[in-house]
């Protein structure tokens, strides 16, 4: 078992910067890939973005040049560091942790992006 737990959304105005956190505790060792994904109002939930045990990223296409992923393995955290961000960019925001074949999903944080 895998728990998650996001932090760091909120309000920002176009053009500014937000930076999530999802800190992983129990079976920890297990995890194979870490990933955010954000789903809008009334649409599917998308990929954003996600870092493998060996540090291997890929990005969805609308946030490339704008966000990154990143681990800080001492503290069993991953980041979503958010720049440039857009009104198209507002969403919650969920942490997922790959263990076993097992999906752990967190509990979601919303960002939104207005004027």
């Known amino acids: 078992q895998v728990q998650l737990v996001e932090s760091g959304g909120g309000l920002e105005q176009p053009g500014g910067s937000l930076r999530l956190s999802c800190a992983a505790s129990?079976?920890?060792?297990?995890?194979?890939?870490m990933a955010w994904y954000r789903q809008a109002p009334g649409k599917q939930r998308e990929l954003v973005a996600f870092?493998?045990?060996?540090?291997?990223?890929n990005y969805a296409d609308p946030v490339k040049g704008r966000f990154t992923i990143s681990r800080d393995n001492a503290r069993n955290t991953v980041y979503l560091q958010m720049n440039s961000l857009k009104p198209a960019d507002t969403a919650v925001y969920y942490c997922?942790?790959?263990?076993?074949?097992?999906?752990?999903w967190g509990q979601g944080t919303q960002v939104t992006v207005s004027s």
């Open positions: 129990g079976s920890i060792f297990s995890i194979k890939v």
């Open positions: 870092i493998t045990s060996g540090g291997r990223t």
């Open positions: 997922n942790a790959l263990s076993g074949g097992t999906g752990y």
